[in-house]
């Protein structure tokens, strides 16, 4: 066995191996031995089948197999024993190679591409310096979320007529041009719908000050140009909203809206438990709730802000060529077209793991499983929270995160969010930060005037604070 490494600059190298007769040839004995113990053939006894025919029968199939055994093996070794820091997987090499010829060659030789890592140089000290926005928390804040707490658990009470957010409940027909139902036609009972979805304004001033008992014609494409608004309102599938253009007369039987909750004790227990009493202590806890998901935009604020950053000062180079052909390598949908256009965002995203595994392997930053936990217990909080349950127990919420950790996509992560925010922390504390407290308006600014990383944009309405 003989490997060679040719290094053509800093970041890419070609591993010649070669396999000779000695490194493969007891190995392919062996498995021909197992074959013979095993095989079944006519006109042989198990076990006696001649090995000269097992040989022949089976010889080049376990060689081909045996050499990429070796090969697989020997390159995992000498990338582990050399401590090579590798972008991507060894790619076969681009130089041309006969064909094996597995007949009369008695050694081999295979080469590998390998895209190597560079040595980044980073500043982590008070000589650089990086904004972090501290987003004022205003009365409006806490007033609207109030307001959005009333809301949710608002309940619906009956009235006379339609207003604008009235719930309807009642029949709905297909009609024809003479306003007749039609025989044969789409007929639902019961069918709910709100005066806000209505697009047609002249088809909406129908509905308002209607009420129960009054029938109303109006085209159903006019009224509701969302298809599966339609769909669901009618009972039908998607695909037969789409073609449907027809009047529909709709029959009320019942007009509701929803009240808002009173700001009461009763709400302080739904939201919060019963460890809040007085309004007080409401607006206090929706205070602290709203500064928490300031803080978590404020910090990715700051991330963004410091990948930029870093990223542009470390000057991180990479074996280009490499790489592109890494991405189509494994990913066979992929067109040189497409990686072309994803490529910059691919090192973006590559070039901050290499910053981050850095810092976190010469500072020794290690991530517990309790701290994991701790990780998924707040995403699954927030999960939860949506769908307006809002005190979940411990013990259920423990359960929930044990289950989610089982899955190793998810606790890989939360193993990564939780290695993020650790060298974003270590990052805080060895640079200089600059505070500048702002106004969720400020705040919201700063995604759209700036010349933030493309690959962030997506996430800009997702992190846009409410004022």
């Known amino acids: 066995m003989d490997i060679t ?31 013979r113990k095993k095989a079944k053939l006519d006109g042989f006894r198990p076990g006696m089948v001649p090995t000269g025919l097992i040989r022949k029968m089976f010889g080049k199939h376990v060689l081909l197999e045996e050499l990429n055994k070796i090969v697989t093996e020997s390159l995992s070794k000498y990338i582990t024993d050399e401590k090579l820091h590798l972008l991507g997987d060894p790619l076969p090499g681009k130089e041309e190679h006969s064909p094996l010829d597995l007949d009369n060659q008695t050694e081999f030789e295979f080469t590998f591409d390998l895209g190597i890592a560079p040595e980044l140089k980073l500043d982590l000290s008070h000589n650089t310096e ?34 604008e957010k009235a719930m309807l409940k009642g029949d709905i027909a297909q009609i024809d041009d003479q306003g007749k139902i039609m025989e044969g036609g789409i007929l639902k009972e019961n069918a709910t719908l709100s005066a806000t979805v209505i697009k047609d304004e002249d088809i909406k001033k129908k509905f308002i000050g209607a009420k129960v008992g009054a029938s ?17 309102m009618l009972g039908i599938k998607k695909e037969e909203a789409e073609t449907l253009d027809s009047d529909f007369s709709y029959t009320i039987k019942e007009i509701s809206e929803f009240v808002p909750h009173e700001v009461n004790e009763e709400l302080f227990n739904k939201v919060f438990g019963d460890s809040v009493i007085t309004e007080e202590e409401f607006r206090n806890k929706i205070m602290e709730e709203i500064e928490k998901f300031y803080f978590r935009e404020s910090d990715f604020r700051f991330l963004m802000d410091v990948k930029e950053g870093m990223i542009h000062a470390a000057a991180v180079e990479l074996p280009d060529e490499f790489l592109k052909r890494w991405m189509v390598f494994t990913n066979k949908k992929l067109t040189a077209e497409k990686v072309e256009k994803a490529y910059p965002l691919f090192t973006n995203d590559l070039k901050w793991q290499l910053i981050k595994d850095k810092i976190i392997r010469e500072n020794e930053i290690k991530v517990e499983e309790d ?52 060298v974003l922390q270590h990052i805080r504390n060895s640079v200089k930060i600059n505070e500048k407290e702002v106004t969720p308006e400020e705040f ?6 700036d010349s933030d990383l493309d690959h962030e944009h997506e996430h800009e309405q997702e992190h846009k604070v409410e004022s």
């Open 130 to 163: 990086y904004p972090y926005y501290k987003i004022k928390v205003e009365e409006k804040a806490i007033d609207d979320q109030v307001s959005r707490y009333t809301n949710r658990f608002s309940t619906l009470s009956k009235i006379e007529e339609v207003i």
């Open 5 to 35: 490494r040719e290094n053509k600059d800093g970041l890419n190298a070609v591993l010649r191996i070669k396999v000779g007769k000695e490194d493969y040839a007891p190995r392919v004995d062996n498995v021909l031995k197992d074959y």
């Open 444 to 449: 919201n600014k700063l995604f759209t005037t």
């Open 371 to 422: 701290e994991v936990i701790e990780v998924a217990k707040e995403s699954i909080v927030q999960q939860f929270r949506q769908y307006g349950i809002m005190n979940l127990p411990e013990e259920h919420l423990a359960n929930y995160a044990k289950e989610t950790l089982k899955k190793e996509e998810e606790k890989r992560k939360f193993f990564e969010k939780k290695f993020e925010e650790k």
């Open 216 to 232: 109303i014609d109006f085209n159903i494409r006019k009224a509701f140009q969302n298809f599966t608004e339609i769909s669901s």
